[in-house]
């Protein structure tokens, strides 16, 4: 019996699956950074523009073996992958990146979407912090766009992992930090009221 074909494959898998965790991890680390760099409010550009074109070779590598296209390693890189990237655009530009233009598979894609919300957040309340109310409301009414946009994916953990369960953390996310930014506004006016009238 020939089994040549069957170890070439095998070899062959072995090889870009280290491949895929070695630059997966790179990835990771990109994401990651962009994330907390697009919190702080710092240019990540650079690192947007470095991690597509990393996550794109990674793709080209893998894409002959669907063990590890469809693989939990490959699905969790893409939707940190999503979440960085779509998070940039949503907060420099206000667009969000359809799946066609991140060219990832829906599952991830929607994933990553999803914890968008909680990157919103982080982004908003740092606006706060700044004195920047008009931004805060800005990534607020973004994200709350984007959750209704994705509310209309109401398919079992089956089909979609966790999914569910991530829009019902974030439909109370939303509703506290609304919640949240409302009080902050009150709180503002009536300390700039207070400052005119001790002026007087």
């Keep these: 019996m020939d089994t040549s074909y069957v170890k070439n494959y095998l070899d062959g898998l072995e090889n870009v699956r280290e491949f895929l965790v070695k630059k997966g991890r790179d990835i990771l680390n990109l994401c990651r950074s ?22 794109n070779e990674v793709y080209e590598q893998i894409k002959s073996y669907p063990e590890l296209v469809y693989s939990n390693v490959f699905y969790s890189i893409v939707a940190e992958y ?4 779509q998070l940039y655009n949503m907060v420099t530009r206000a667009r969000f990146l359809s799946i066609e233009e991140l060219n990832v598979h829906p599952i991830p894609f929607l994933l990553g979407l999803a914890d968008t919300i909680g990157e919103l957040k982080r982004c908003s309340l740092e606006s706060i912090r700044k004195n920047r109310f008009d931004e ?6 973004l994200a709350e766009e ?7 994916f109401s398919y079992p953990d089956a089909l979609l992992p966790g999914f569910r369960r991530k829009l019902d953390v974030y439909r109370r996310v939303i509703d506290d930090w ?23």
């Design 34 to 55: 962009i994330t907390s760099g697009i919190v702080l409010g710092r240019n990540v550009e650079e690192d947007v523009y470095k991690v597509s074109k990393l996550f």
């Design 178 to 200: 609304k919640k949240f930014l409302i009080d902050m506004v009150s709180r503002k006016n009536l300390i700039d009221v207070l400052k005119v009238c001790y002026r007087d």
């Design 136 to 141: 805060a409301f800005r990534l607020l009414e």
């Design 146 to 152: 984007l959750y209704n946009r994705l509310s209309i």
């Design 82 to 85: 999503v979440e960085a990237v």
